[in-house]
């Protein structure tokens, strides 16, 4: 292999380089570090020409710079069979009005959440990139709710890969339960774990570091992950920030050149991250605003610059975003100290040693440079669904009702700045998952409790009744989940999930 494409190494240590191919099969670094360029500040998208460009054209220029390891054929192949009728709109990730905002919809493809933009295109570039390496793959992953069943519908039945997903054991919510649950193919397998979902994501991190690891790479099985860590999961996950700016300059919204805002609800930090990315490629954004749930552990980082984990986890109606170690964040402490590998090593030396870590004032006040934050409580994103639905006509799920009631909050601070250049800038909250996959809290904050003879109603009653009063329609991927069967039943303990792994790999490689 020539040194074409070895644009990839750790955040942690610049010393190894490899591909882009090696780094979406490889998933994870060695080192524990996440995979990142140093290239990528100086990449300049010709927005002009991109605002020209259909969703697909645009994923194929981001791709070229970002994975130029791939052929342009090899790209285009990918970005044509990940995408091709598995979206329920057109365009695939619509920018709707919710009031004077916007929100960008990311729900509808097969699973209902924003994951699936991501999770259609990774299996199809991981196998094009064991076109190359004999591997076979297993892939192992946490989830929090929605990456699970995205990556389980992605992955099913691909040749040469495997998949382990593991759920935090009643975290989740009903309708995401019977998601992985219910979920067919031969070469995947689904457990819950005693514990929430950061113990998932470390026992994750520990399966990578222990013997399992190692054994398994005896046999020809690589570990790796389908987690938002993976750069084949983040690269195509700029291109709608890119595709949402294209339709406010179609709908004459802006001019090209005019800055917009971004609000995101934010768990894993990889949404956000892959808008950041957009960013520094030349994407005119004034501000993107982390918007967390109670586990607001970003809120106060970006307040103080401590980040500080340990305190305790809060069960949110935002399950997704119930997260206190915001693995993404390293790739934004990296570029925001200037790509500095030995000081990022240190901080998440300190995160794990001593469960905080503080950065210096300047670099603090960079990231502020882009970033503006805030956190809705359960009770704060009730109301929100509520008034959203009441004021707008609009139905939203919890993890947007977040960013509504965060971007809310900030335009109705003092200090807040409607107008760049005399123009009023347009904000976009990302809208991350279905109303309907969370049927119930969203139909209760309505329109109230919904009985069943004297019992709570199910979540399929919640879907049902929903529709019924609001006249929007039910994604198919939600509305057949009600007759299938559960397949998957094991919980263990977050301690047993090296050997859950390697029975599993064992297992489905058979
Ligand atoms: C995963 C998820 C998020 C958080 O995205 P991150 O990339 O982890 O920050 C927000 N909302 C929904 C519905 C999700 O599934």
Known sequence: MGFEGMLYHSTRNKE??????????????????????????????????LCDMSYNEIALTVFKELLPDYSEEELRACISSAYEG???????????????????????????????????????????????DNRKVMIVTATSGDTGKAALAGFRDAEGISISVFYPDHKVSDIQYLQMATQEGNNVSVCAVNGNFDDCQQGVKEVFASSVYTELKEKGIYLSSANSINIGRLVP?????????????????????????????????????????????????????????????????????????????????????????????????????????????????????????????????????????????????????????????????????????????????????????????????????SPYKFAKDVYSSIFGVLSNNGAEADGFAYMEELSERTGEIIPSGLKGLKNKTILHKDIIESGDMNSYVLESALELFK
């Open 237 to 433: 996950q700029m291109v709608y920030y890119i595709d949402a700016y294209k339709q406010l300059v179609l709908k004459k919204v802006i001019e090209i050149g005019d800055s917009v805002d971004f609000c995101v609800p934010t768990g894993n930090f990889g949404d956000i991250l892959a808008g950041y990315y957009a960013k520094l490629m030349g994407l005119p954004v004034r501000k993107f605003i982390v918007a967390s749930n109670e586990n607001n552990v970003l809120t106060d980082f970006l307040t103080s610059g401590t980040y500080d984990r340990k305190r305790d986890f809060k069960k949110t109606i935002s399950p997704s975003m119930d997260i206190l170690v915001s693995s993404n964040l390293e790739r934004l402490l990296y570029y925001a100290s200037g790509m500095d590998d030995k000081y990022v090593a240190s901080l998440m030396n300190r995160l794990k040693e001593d469960g905080e870590f503080t950065i210096y004032e300047d670099m603090l006040k960079e990231i502020r440079k882009s970033f503006d934050c805030g956190y809705a409580t359960d009770e704060d994103c009730k109301k929100m669904i509520k008034k959203a639905y009441e004021d707008t006509g609009r139905l939203i799920d919890p993890h947007t009702a977040v960013a509504y009631k965060v971007l809310s909050d900030i335009k109705n601070r003092n200090d807040y700045e409607p107008l760049e250049n005399n123009k009023k800038v347009p904000q976009i909250i990302l809208s991350t998952a």
């Open 16 to 49: 190894n380089f490899c591909n882009s191919k090696k780094a979406i099969l490889n998933g994870l670094c060695e080192d524990g570090g996440l995979y990142v360029s140093d290239r990528l500040p100086d990449i300049k998208l010709d927005i002009k020409a």
């Open 86 to 132: 598995k979206f329920e709109t057109i365009p695939m990730t619509p920018v709707t009005n919710i009031g004077g905002d916007y929100l960008l919809e990311l729900y509808h493809g097969p699973t209902a959440a924003f994951k699936d933009v991501a999770l259609c295109m990774l299996p199809k570039l991981m196998q094009v990139a064991l076109k190359e």
